[in-house]
């Protein structure tokens, strides 16, 4: 399997499919690549240069203790970019993969980079503070982070029906497969549980207001209407307002895992992007 090895000597496992203009695909909180099931092939199939790869704490990349912040985890990104060489490149950040892409191009710059699509991105903040009185309490993290560390299966398998939409109790309910939630929740189970806790406090505390507005690339923004995991009145139209060359796409019955559950017009609407 290939791997990059990180300016902190973190070895991080990515794919590498296709030919044509590169599209590097970031994901969620502690799934790995994998979770670009649907997104990946299709794009690689259709004339792309498709690029994805596993967050440091992540399914098959290092783990090391510490390197959660978004400092260190676009300078993984800007490493990856810088090792394939990749050029014109159109960055998906999904969920905390849109916020990684925004501290990259704040500051490693967008010389490598030609447009930004944000899907399901948890920024510009979600934290509640005196000026951003609708944000969501740190209580909030703090419950999550405690769950983590008591019994991590548990909590992420109550995670399916908020993330997949739908369903409440009756995993056949789900917009997807029974079998196909699970496999994906499980993949979580790859990350390390002090990457789980430190990825989900970086996402949850970091203020990207200001560096978002200052996003000069071409910008989708794709977001479900229904997201729990990154709270659509705090994330998807704000950003969108934020980016000035920016489109808005809403999702209107969508959670948080449109990847899968809206996969086939995701696909398109990116692929739409990247050639308009």
Same mark, same amino acid.
């Given at each position: 399997m290939p791997y990059v090895s990180t300016r902190d000597g973190t070895r991080l496992h990515y794919t590498d499919w296709g030919d044509g203009q590169p599209v590097v695909l970031l994901g969620t909180a502690m799934m790995d690549s994998r979770m670009w099931e649907f997104q990946a092939p299709f794009l690689a199939e259709n004339g792309l240069r498709c690029v994805t790869y596993d967050r440091r704490g992540c399914g098959r990349s290092d783990a090391p203790w510490n390197g959660y912040d978004y400092d260190t985890l676009a300078a993984d990104l800007a490493d990856l970019l810088d090792h394939l060489d990749l050029r014109d490149t159109v960055l998906v950040g999904y969920a905390v993969g849109g916020g990684e892409a925004v501290r990259y191009l704040s500051r490693h710059g967008a010389e490598r980079v030609a447009k930004l699509a944000l899907v399901a991105s948890t920024t510009p903040f979600m934290l509640r503070t005196p000026d951003n009185p609708d944000g969501l309490d740190l209580d909030l993290f703090e419950q999550m982070a405690a769950a983590i560390r008591q019994d991590r299966a548990k909590w992420l398998s109550g995670l399916a029906a908020p993330f997949f939409g739908g369903g409440g109790a009756d995993p056949d309910a789900l917009p997807?497969?029974?079998?196909?939630?699970?496999? #994906?929740?499980?993949?979580?189970?790859?990350?390390?549980?002090?990457?789980?806790?430190? @990825?989900?406090?970086?996402?949850?505390?970091?203020?990207?207001?200001?560096?978002?507005?200052?996003?000069?690339?071409?910008? #989708?923004? @794709?977001?479900?209407?229904?997201? #729990?995991g990154a709270p659509y009145a705090l994330c998807g139209p704000r950003t969108a307002e934020l980016i000035k060359d920016s489109t808005f796409l809403s999702y209107e019955d969508a959670a948080h895992g449109l990847f899968a559950t809206h996969a086939e017009r995701l696909n398109n609407d990116l692929l739409e992007f990247v050639r308009s």
């Open positions: 997807v497969s029974p079998e196909l939630a699970r496999w #994906l929740v499980s993949t979580c189970l790859d990350a390390s549980p002090r990457a789980g806790v430190e @990825i989900y406090r970086t996402l949850f505390t970091t203020d990207q207001r200001a560096e978002t507005a200052k996003v000069e690339v071409p910008t #989708l923004v @794709i977001h479900g209407a229904a997201d #729990l």
